[in-house]
């Protein structure tokens, strides 16, 4: 097992100096599920959604909480991010919604994909409640990174999953 590195000798907390890393780009990618049932999903394609646009508010939610995630995770280090983009693809019953985030830093973007996934698919939760009480937000995760010392990695099967490996 590696050494823990946000941990201090005496078990303390403390962040991690990126300080002497070499600035590279990085680059994630993550995706997460938001299963919202075949109702709610033809509403949601027929325009009858009771708070309006709901791709477009949660896709400008995912950008910000992209930029802020060093504010909503602890010993995260704030990141100038170069880009971040969020997507998203519509199946019979659920909406899934996909986050790049992008920066020439020393350190690596994958929670700033992470937030923006999860921000993103609770603002669709919060825009879609009143059709639905039984949404459930699953399979968050990471699905591809690349940059610095660690390189390249892309989750078994190029599409993320449990139980991908680093």
Do not use: Q
């Not at 009143?130 to 995760?141: N, Q």
């Amino acid at each position: 097992m590696a050494e823990l590195t946000h941990v201090d000798e005496r078990g303390r907390a403390r962040m991690v100096d990126v300080g002497e890393k070499p600035t590279t780009r990085r680059r994630a990618e993550a995706e997460g599920v938001l299963i919202v049932g075949d109702e709610v999903m033809a509403a949601v394609r027929e325009g009858r959604t009771p708070k309006g646009n709901v791709f477009e508010a949660a896709r400008l939610a995912g950008i910000m909480a992209a930029k802020r995630t060093s504010e909503l995770i602890p010993l995260c280090h704030p990141l100038p991010l170069d880009t971040v983009a969020v997507t998203f693809a519509t199946g019979h019953d659920r909406i899934t919604v996909r986050a790049e985030a992008a920066a020439t830093a020393r350190t690596g973007v994958e929670m700033e994909a992470l937030t923006a996934v999860s921000v993103a698919a609770l603002t669709l939760y919060d825009m879609l409640k009143a059709l639905s009480k039984t949404m459930v937000l699953t399979e968050v995760r990471l699905l591809a990174k690349s940059g610095g010392t660690s390189g390249d990695w892309r989750s078994p099967g190029g599409e993320g999953g449990p139980g991908a490996e680093r």
